[in-house]
């Protein structure tokens, strides 16, 4: 094991998904994370969604680079062990409800009795406080929550969710960033901390000034499809070969660029024309600009066509066109990652490149509870008490 995180031992105790997508951030850089399931009950997500020979691939991906063992943390002896594994921690992540863990007296002030050191992440859906904190919290409670249903979609259309889990994975990003300003804390004071994160907050940090907007002008932001009020032309195009190109004039050189090349630079000299705001009114008449031309042609030439032009474009991929794409494979953003269920699978590298200490996927995930007796061992429990735990049902 290798990388900047070298050294740092996280346990993770979380489920379903920012807790465990976190965790598998910090050990694509070296941390060594023990993933802890609940004997019985193992991490829903080994479960959700296609499975190859009854093998769940959802769990591959989020189990990546942890070592798994089981530990019943509602039985004292359970509790004991957790105390027994933090010890020597630095980070802890769970995401039970508000005050389970206090419940097994495992709670932060607890643990940094053991191990004052620890950093605990602590995620929920509506944070440690509050009137809703006690409530059971999903990532599209948050999706809702947060505005980003009521903005997404068409104008006449129905707030819309994600397909995929896009406030825990946001939540994710920031409980591993948040993780890491306590260890550079803990390197300061020498002490841990308790990080609390909601997952209704950082989705809605990624929805920029909507709340500003609100405050200082009454504005709430509407349903606007694939449009956006800020610039225009910008939406999804359908070409004469049936696939979809997205194109984005953020920049007003890029919009003059657009409309030069689909044949209408008449609009350019319109007054509207000159400011982001201005060609947004004008949505309409320059998405049927665009529109037309785009229509005429299939996707490669569209594309090729923008890209002489210095024009902003995207073909709009699925699975296939990533896997097949030149740009992806240059920068290595899949990975093929060895396995010893499925002997290997392919998944979505680390999400940035570092020059001096990369991060790596070093295996997908684990079975349930694979590494249990190899951990407990190294915190001193004998095999006769693995046996008798094993019989108790507490491992």
């Given amino acids: 094991m290798s990388g900047p995180l070298h050294g740092v031992k996280v346990v993770d105790l979380a489920t379903l998904f920012a807790g ?25 997500s080994r479960g959700h969604g296609p499975a190859r020979d009854g093998v769940g691939l959802w769990w591959k991906v989020l189990g990546r680079n942890k070592r798994t063992v089981t530990c019943n943390l509602s039985d004292p002896q359970g509790a004991e062990l957790l105390r027994r ?30 191990n004052p050191r620890l950093v605990i992440a602590r995620i929920s859906g509506f944070g440690q406080l509050g009137p809703y904190a006690s409530r059971p919290g999903f990532g599209t409670l948050a999706e809702a929550m947060s505005g980003f249903a009521a903005a ?120 509207w024309f000159a400011t982001g705001s201005g060609r947004a009114a004008h949505a309409d008449e320059l998405d049927a600009a665009v529109g037309a031309w785009v229509a005429n042609r299939d996707r490669d030439e569209v594309v090729a066509a923008f890209e002489a032009a210095q024009a902003a474009v995207a073909p709009v991929y699925d699975v296939r066109d990533i896997l097949a794409d030149p740009q992806y494979a240059a920068l290595g953003t899949v990975v093929t990652v060895p396995d010893e269920d499925l002997g290997e699978v392919r998944m979505q590298n680390v999400p940035f490149r570092m020059s001096a200490s990369p991060g790596e996927i070093r295996h997908a995930g684990r079975g349930h509870g694979q590494d249990t007796d190899e951990v407990f061992r190294a915190l001193g ?12 049902g507490v491992i």
């Fill in 381 to 392: 429990v004998t095999d006769d008490e693995l046996a008798a735990l094993r019989e108790r």
């Fill in 20 to 44: 465990p997508l976190a965790a598998a951030f910090l050990g694509d850089f070296g941390a060594d994370v023990v993933k802890v399931e609940h004997p019985a009950k193992p991490d829903p």
């Fill in 152 to 271: 997404t979609g068409e104008p006449d259309g129905p707030p819309t969710l994600p397909p995929f889990g896009l406030a825990d994975s946001v939540t994710a990003l920031a409980a591993a960033y948040a993780v890491m300003l306590a260890l550079r804390g803990r390197d300061l004071t020498g002490r841990g901390q308790v990080v609390d994160l909601a997952i209704i907050e950082p989705i809605m940090a990624m929805l920029g000034p909507q709340i500003t907007w609100y405050d200082q002008l009454g504005y709430v932001q509407p349903r606007l499809g694939n449009r956006s009020n800020n610039n225009a032309p910008r939406n999804t195009y359908r070409c004469a070969d049936g696939r979809w190109v997205a194109v984005s004039t953020s920049a007003q050189s890029i919009a003059e660029r657009v409309l030069r090349l689909v044949g209408r630079p008449e609009l350019i000299d319109e007054p």
């Fill in 85 to 114: 594994l933090i010890a020597d921690a630095d980070v802890l992540v769970e995401n039970f409800r508000p005050g389970t863990l206090e419940r097994w007296g495992l709670g932060p002030d607890e643990l940094h009795a053991v």
